[in-house]
């Protein structure tokens, strides 16, 4: 007669097992067991509108490195990655967004698009070139400088997670 105890045991062995297959951020990697995040360039003063932002390009590779490693058990190489990430910032634009009673800005908003080129060694025509994009909204009282370190987090993890999906997620 089967006890508890062994319908508990093959119960936990079959949920452990279980457990190995999924992948709670939906990344598909395949074969791939490495990756490379070459250094974004900070091109967004060549668009109109755009301004420079020093220390920007730096600020985004890392970040956009540190999503992957964070998200999927590759590991980052300086060069020759079986998947490469590359790209330049094309866009760095503060708006105003709404108006006042008096004609003046009540919010801006800070926009930021990166343009991204992606390669698979290890999957025949998973490549890509694409523009991503996101925005952060903040009070026209407040000055860039104030709320500069959360709107790069807020829009730099949006424009990664959407790289990752495109790149990764195979749904």
Known sequence: MISRKHISITILLLSLTGCGVYNFTGGDVGTAETFTVNYFQNYASQSPGSTFDPGLDREYTLSLQDLI?????????????????????????????SATAQQTAA?????????????????????????????????????????????????????????????????
């Open 69 to 97: 490693l964070n998200q999927t058990s590759l590991d980052l190489v300086s060069s020759n990655g079986d998947l490469l990430y590359e790209g330049e910032i094309v866009e760095y634009r503060v708006s105003p967004m």
């Open 107 to 171: 919010q801006n908003r800070l926009s930021i698009s990166v343009n991204v080129r992606f390669f698979n060694k290890t999957k025949e025509g998973a490549e890509f070139e694409k523009r991503f994009s996101f925005f952060y909204d903040y009070p026209a009282t407040s000055q860039l400088a104030t709320v500069r370190d959360e709107a790069h987090q807020v829009i730099f993890e949006r424009i990664n997670q959407d790289i990752f999906n495109e790149s990764l997620a195979d749904w």
